[in-house]
């Protein structure tokens, strides 16, 4: 079974940083596609950052040079850094795993996912 726990979400001000970080249990981390999710009270989730086994990564045009997504492999732990962050980041953070029948593929749609953390809670005030 795999399990996944978030963690590193907080309250900053606009223009802060935060590093978020996903600690993922069971085997096949390496060759998992992995992604971070977001949803707002009262909006869509949206995905946010993917990457694959060979760490091509795809991102949320809102987030497109603010936030970088990556992984290591030793520790099983897959992490997304958000710079400049603005209050429209405000959100419920959420990684997904798939299972590795598709190692290459990355993808922002929930629906590809299998496997979901609790979440961790982002604010950002202006």
């Known amino acids: 079974q795999v399990q996944l726990v978030e963690s590193g979400g907080g309250s900053v001000q606009a223009g802060g940083s935060l590093r978020l970080s996903c600690a993922v249990s069971g085997d096949s981390f390496s060759s998992r596609y992995m992604a971070w999710f977001r949803q707002a009270i009262g909006t869509e989730r949206e995905g946010v950052a993917t990457?694959?086994?060979?760490?091509?990564?795809e991102y949320a045009d809102s987030v497109k040079g603010r936030f970088t997504i990556s992984k290591d492999n030793g520790k099983n732990t897959l992490y997304l850094q958000m710079n400049n962050l603005k209050p429209e980041d405000t959100a419920m953070y959420y990684c997904a795993a798939s299972r590795s029948r598709f190692p290459f593929k990355v993808s922002l749609q929930g629906k590809d996912y299998d496997y979901w953390g609790q979440g961790t809670q982002v604010t950002v005030s202006s």
């Open positions: 990457i694959n086994s060979v760490r091509n990564t």
